[in-house]
């Protein structure tokens, strides 16, 4: 069975995503943690489905969410029982800077 895992790091980009959202629509927010998670799951069952990013980090994968939230890269690995969710980061940030400054 392909499932996924969250990172401390993508825990706690979702919680950051979740209260910013909710001060501002909670309805949002729901819609956009629940296509965020439909595209865990989605990789987890073809966890080849994201672009190869080994310019940043070995074996990471980078997937753009599925509507409602498809401003958020996920970034990613995969693992035997399906994959790690490394991070989640909006595509508007500067994250090919954050990489080089070594901030993800």
Same mark, same amino acid.
Do not use: C
């Given at each position: 069975?392909?499932?996924?895992? @969250?990172?401390?790091?993508?825990?706690? *980009? &979702?919680?950051?995503?979740?209260?910013?959202?909710?001060? !501002?629509? /909670? #309805?949002?927010?729901?819609?956009?943690?629940?296509?965020?998670?439909?595209?865990?799951?989605?990789?987890?069952?073809?966890? @080849?489905?994201?672009?190869?990013?080994? *310019? &940043?980090?070995?074996?990471?994968?980078?997937?753009?969410? !599925?509507? /409602? #939230?498809?401003?958020?890269?996920?970034?990613?690995?995969?693992?035997?029982?399906?994959?790690?969710?490394?991070?989640?980061?909006?595509?508007?940030?500067?994250?090919?800077?954050?990489?080089?400054?070594?901030?993800?």
């Amino acid at each position: 069975m392909s499932r996924y895992r @969250l990172s401390h790091q993508a825990d706690r *980009d &979702l919680e950051e995503i979740a209260d910013y959202l909710g001060e !501002r629509n /909670p #309805a949002a927010a729901v819609r956009v943690l629940e296509a965020l998670h439909q595209t865990f799951t989605l990789l987890a069952k073809s966890p @080849l489905l994201g672009t190869l990013r080994e *310019d &940043l980090r070995r074996d990471l994968r980078v997937f753009r969410s !599925r509507k /409602p #939230a498809d401003g958020y890269l996920v970034f990613y690995y995969p693992i035997s029982e399906g994959v790690e969710i490394a991070m989640l980061l909006h595509g508007s940030r500067d994250y090919l800077g954050m990489f080089a400054r070594g901030e993800r």
